[in-house]
């Protein structure tokens, strides 16, 4: 068997002094470097969650502002189906009353006795005839021109809110 020798080196007592000053300036080193990053990972980690914290409402505010335009959008829909159906309502009486008119006429042209009295009914339809077209058209232009407004109301608003939104993010 062999035995191993070994020798000890001693070293002077200002050199160990250094060296135990070396060793322990690398320690606190070491400990401020890590407390350095953790702090600035604890920084960077509370910045990101306040940056995912904002991304999700914004998300949010986002969804529900789409979901309002949609509800405009729908709401205006209806609007407009149920003012083309009155309007067509009320294309549909005036050609009815236009038809009946026409019928009572016809039938008063059938019964007229001479060629004067039929021009004179006849124009007299046609001038009626005329009167109540210009009156019902100014009628259902004024219609139309109303149901268009209440049809864009809802996305009026929409649009003010829209608006009204932005001008405070910029």
């Not at 002077?12 to 953790?38: C, F, M, R, S």
């Not at 210009?134 to 829209?162: D, H």
């Amino acid at each position: 068997m062999s035995t191993v020798k070994t020798k000890t080196v001693e070293m002077a007592p200002a050199a160990e002094t250094a060296a135990t000053q070396n060793i322990d300036a690398t320690v606190t080193n070491l400990k401020e470097g890590i407390a350095k990053a953790t702090a600035g990972f604890e920084a960077t980690q509370t910045k990101m969650k306040e940056g995912v914290e904002k991304a999700m409402k914004t998300a949010e505010e986002l969804v529900a502002f789409s979901q309002g335009n949609v509800e405009a959008v729908m709401k205006s829909g209806q609007i407009w189906a149920t003012g083309v159906q009155d309007l067509s309502k009320r294309f549909a009486a005036a050609a009815q009353a236009s038809l009946d008119e026409s019928m009572s006429a016809f039938k008063a042209l059938t019964s007229v006795k001479s060629l004067k009295d039929a021009f004179e009914l006849q124009s007299s339809f046609a001038r009626a005839a005329l009167e109540k077209t210009l009156a019902e058209s100014g009628k259902v232009t004024e219609a139309s021109f109303k149901l268009t407004e209440q049809a864009l109301a809802p996305i009026t608003a929409r649009v003010s809110v829209a608006v009204e939104k932005f001008a405070k993010a910029a």
